[in-house]
């Protein structure tokens, strides 16, 4: 779907230097690794994208160099600590306006830990999961409520070093961080 938030987070992947083409109705976005990604040259304003919101700040967690996201006034009112919290546990450093956007996110070598997810949230694990693709060691993330698989799904198809185990109505998902992954069509 061409949405607004789609286009949101398709610019701010360009911003960070993502060469991302259009043609026959696809998208090519040519990748070139874990620490690829460039700082931006400015804010990145992801409009009411809470989706985007949250797992871009897992994913910039990670990097070599600081960002700011930004929103629209309905998005700057929305929750944040949901994600900022649990990656703090990381060692991640992120500085919110009362818990809300905007969020500034000091790119840091992160730390594998063990997160217990009480709030069931796909995009809360999905954020936590994009932090762990470049944390070295092994990250363990209990869903104490099982949620969306859809980030587990595509990481396995990418390669990631991730390994799923559902346990009555718990999931325990592994993760080690730093394995490069492999080009995919979807």
Do not use: W
């Not at 000091?106 to 932090?131: F, H, M, R, Y």
């Not at 990631?160 to 185990?165: D, H, P, Q, S, T």
């Amino acid at each position: 779907l061409k949405s607004e938030d789609v286009l949101h987070t398709l610019n701010a992947f360009k911003s960070m230097g993502v060469k991302i083409e259009e043609s026959n109705n696809k998208l090519i976005i040519l990748g070139k690794g874990l620490n690829s990604l460039k700082k931006p040259k400015g804010k990145i304003y992801l409009g009411n994208s809470g989706t985007s919101a949250r797992l871009l700040t897992g994913l910039l967690s990670s990097q070599k160099f600081d960002t700011v996201l930004t929103g629209d006034k309905s998005l700057s009112s929305r929750p944040m600590r949901r994600i900022s919290d649990p990656l703090s546990k990381m060692n991640a450093k992120i500085n919110s306006s009362n818990g809300r956007l905007p969020l500034k996110i000091e790119g840091s070598e992160l730390k594998c830990t063990k997160i217990d997810l009480d709030i069931p949230s796909a995009q809360i694990k999905s954020g936590l999961l994009l932090a762990s693709l470049n944390t070295k060691g092994e990250t363990i993330i209990t869903e104490n409520k099982i949620t969306r698989d859809h980030t587990e799904v595509m990481l396995k198809s990418f390669g990631a070093n991730i390994e799923i185990k559902k346990l009555d109505n718990k999931k325990l998902i592994k993760i080690i961080g730093g394995k490069e992954l492999i080009s995919k069509n979807i």
